[in-house]
Nanobody, 125 residues
Framework: QVQLVESGGGLVQAGGSLRLSCVVS????????MAWFRQAPGKEEREFVA?????????YYSDSLKVRFTVSRDNAKNTVYLEMNSLRPGDTAVYYC?????????????????WGQGKQITVST
């Protein structure tokens, strides 16, 4: 059974930092592409944030977030991370990790087969 479990969300003041973790079980983690998406309040779609390929170790970011956000992974711990700096109220959302078993860099949420439960991040002014 594949499981993705996120941790590290919460409330932070604008300008602060947070790190999300996503521990994965039930699949060959090092071979899988891992991504982060977010869903802002009142929006139906999940916005692409960042992705880290397992096989190629390449990363790719949303253009609007790449300066402030960093995705990384520790294959020994089956964990992918999202480091978020200089947070803004507009970053308030539920953040999800997702897994895809292709070598591609995928930014479309519908193509990801496995998802975590999501973690709320609220950035206050």
């Amino acid at each position: 059974q594949v499981q993705l479990v996120e941790s590290g969300g919460g409330l932070v003041q604008a300008g602060g930092s947070l790190r999300l973790s996503c521990v994965v079980s039930g699949l060959a983690f090092s071979d899988w592409t891992m991504a982060w998406f977010r869903q802002a309040p009142g929006k139906e779609e999940r916005e692409f944030v960042a992705v880290h390929s397992g096989l190629t170790l390449k990363t790719y970011y949303s253009d609007s977030l790449k300066v402030r956000f960093t995705v990384s992974r520790d294959n020994a711990k089956n964990t992918v991370y999202l480091e978020m700096n200089s947070l803004r109220p507009g970053d308030t959302a539920v953040y999800y990790c997702a897994a895809d078993n292709s070598i591609r860099i995928v930014t479309i949420s519908e193509l990801y087969g496995f998802w975590g439960q999501g973690k709320q991040i609220t950035v206050s002014t």
